[in-house]
């Protein structure tokens, strides 16, 4: 089926999207659309101005022999923004506040177009990190660590705190939380993890940075190395942070269970503005 | 800032695919683009015989004045039935075996992608069911449930055995898992699934039956009406299983340990075919 330009420009506009992060031949579309090269590269053309007038990521194009385009998907800072200042909105609801002082978040982790959304914000971050895994903590911190897994183009490690059977050899290693002070124990099976990959860590939440510390050591009995941590929400914490290498969305400055008050601000990731 | 055609074509393309069963109004696209509704109209025309022609979707549009557009992601079923199969050859990989005969799958499940593919057949299979919200069981649904609610553009809800502190008021039931026999606690948070929707359940394995009916049981306490559940693998067993309205994309019927072999077919998503 040999396509017109206006076809080509849809199928690669949906191709591109569904393929971020992966270097594509030149030679595979125009063996798709049965086109010339010269054709193709025209299309790219429009499809890369097109991206990057809408601040839909870049489209980066190669020359030569192997020449080929990659989709990075990446959010303009006005729309990372204003995406995360409207999160700080809606979690400074005061139906929120939960026994504790915690805060009700499951409605947005539960709804899957605000992580992926969040998860752009932190996919562009991380663009030229050199991420090849995503690590996250069961259960929370799992769809926003798709989210960014998709548009990175990795694979998901899920870590966890019981011990299950149906993954085979699993390593385990013991951790301080960071504001309960007590020994818990996370696990991650041996399969799961390529060793020596460069782990990006996400999480839904951080408050003495127990876990995130947890995760970072555990990335280490694969070999691992860290590229980063990025967390949904960061609760201000009198102490000393556990973890300093870390990005965070949101920051949950104040919980006033009294006068039913919550603050929430934008996270580090937006501080070097 | 004008579009032409091509630019039009690129962005609606993504927007589209961005917004997947919303009912998208033309003059959205008209102001967006500063174009005329019958150029629009055209532009759609365009995108609907791609998406169609590739097997991408469906491009719904309605006339008058409230006329618009809306895009379903579905799959044809030669390409469901390949990527069902590409995966039954996969967990047929004798190394998958683990003690007490079961499969590691998580390297499937760690894949974004292959569950973004996984997740279409499913979404496409329940397009027109109504489904208002996806319920899933932590951990190892989750991904599957995310790529799903996605599609079909609706919220997710995670049933956990646990009982965590900070979601607020949880309702639990009591269930008896099948295969062990032994009584189980599964809660969900009250306010993550509004009262009387129509719930998709979304698991990645089944053997008897035991949580997928847990899971109806609890929809029930939130007076939700049950659209199906669909699981990733169900095992064969020999018992009855404890429900009857559910499909599975793929069917595990044999576990040798001992000669190390496994065998994997299509599950009954395509018994009809």
């Known amino acids: 089926m040999k396509f017109r330009r206006s076809g080509r420009l849809v199928d690669m506009t949906q191709y591109l999207l569904n393929?971020?992060?992966?270097?594509?031949?030149?030679?595979?579309?125009?063996?798709?659309?049965?086109?010339?090269?010269?054709?193709?590269?025209?299309?790219?053309?429009?499809?890369?101005?097109?991206?990057?007038?809408?601040?839909?990521?870049?489209?980066?194009?190669?020359?030569?022999?192997?020449?080929?385009?990659?989709?990075?998907?990446?959010?303009?800072?006005?729309?990372?923004?204003?995406?995360?200042?409207?999160?700080?909105?809606?979690?400074?609801?005061?139906?929120?506040?939960?026994?504790?002082?915690?805060?009700?978040?499951?409605?947005?982790?539960?709804?899957?177009?605000?992580?992926?959304?969040?998860?752009?914000?932190?996919?562009?971050?991380?663009?030229?990190?050199?991420?090849?895994?995503?690590?996250?903590?069961?259960?929370?911190?799992?769809?926003?660590?798709?989210?960014?897994?998709?548009?990175?183009n990795v694979p998901v490690s899920i870590v966890r705190h019981e011990q299950r059977i149906t993954e085979g050899s699993i390593v385990s290693i013991n951790y301080v939380s960071g504001s309960k002070k007590q020994i818990q124990t996370m696990s991650l099976a041996r399969r799961s993890l390529k060793p020596a990959s460069n782990v990006l860590i996400i999480d839904d939440f951080m408050k003495a940075g127990g876990t995130i510390r947890g995760m970072m050591d555990l990335a280490e009995e694969f070999q691992a190395t860290v590229a980063g941590a990025a967390i949904l929400t960061e609760a201000v914490h009198e102490e000393e942070k556990l973890v300093s290498d870390y990005v965070s969305l949101t920051r949950l400055t104040e919980v006033d269970v009294k006068e039913r008050k919550i603050t929430v601000k934008r996270g580090s990731l937006f501080d070097a503005d």
């Open 19 to 152: 393929h971020p992060h992966q270097q594509i031949p030149l030679t595979f579309f125009s063996e798709r659309y049965l086109s010339a090269k010269s054709s193709i590269s025209e299309d790219i053309g429009i499809v890369k101005e097109t991206f990057e007038g809408k601040n839909l990521g870049k489209v980066e194009t190669s020359a030569g022999a192997t020449g080929g385009v990659k989709f990075v998907p990446v959010i303009g800072n006005e729309d990372a923004v204003r995406q995360v200042d409207q999160l700080c909105e809606k979690l400074e609801d005061p139906a929120r506040i939960l026994p504790g002082g915690y805060l009700y978040m499951m409605d947005v982790i539960g709804d899957p177009k605000a992580m992926q959304d969040l998860g752009r914000v932190i996919a562009s971050h991380y663009q030229d990190a050199g991420v090849d895994a995503i690590m996250t903590m069961a259960t929370k911190g799992i769809p926003l660590a798709y989210a960014v897994a998709q548009l990175l």
